[in-house]
């Protein structure tokens, strides 16, 4: 059974940072893409970033491009999101993603994910 385990979200201001974390359990995940979605009340799950087998192909959605930056240790099947210069707009809860097809980047659609953490809740305020 996958595991997907998110922790680092939190209160903060307008300008912060913060990190996120995803630990992956269950099985081998180093030949699947990994990335982050975000869900605010009452508007849809919206993709965040993508990163493929390295670090080297990343993907990321318009709204976090520069400020964002997602990274994998594939040894300790971790995933993470660096997040900098956070904005009110970036509070959401943020979920870790499994990409559904082996040796293949993660698209942005929500489809696209086999497995999903539970969520961790990011506020900023401003």
């Known amino acids: 059974q996958v595991q997907l385990v998110e922790t680092g979200g939190g209160l903060v201001r307008a300008g912060d940072s913060l990190r996120l974390s995803c630990t992956a359990s269950?099985?081998?995940?180093?030949?699947?893409?990994m990335g982050w979605f975000r869900q605010a009340p009452g508007n849809e799950r919206e993709f965040v970033a993508a990163?493929?087998?390295?670090?080297?192909?990343?993907s990321y959605g318009n709204s976090v491009k520069g400020r964002f930056t997602i990274s994998r240790d594939t040894g300790k099947n971790s995933l993470y999101l660096q997040m900098d210069s956070l904005k009110p707009d970036d509070t959401a809860i943020y979920y870790c993603?499994?990409?559904?097809?082996?040796?293949?980047?993660?698209?942005?659609?929500?489809?696209?994910?086999?497995?999903w953490g539970q969520g961790t809740p990011v506020t900023v305020s401003s």
């Open positions: 993603a499994l990409g559904r097809s082996p040796f293949r980047m993660m698209t942005d659609s929500p489809h696209d994910v086999s497995s």
């Open positions: 269950g099985r081998s995940f180093s030949a699947y893409s």
């Open positions: 990163i493929g087998l390295s670090d080297g192909n990343t």
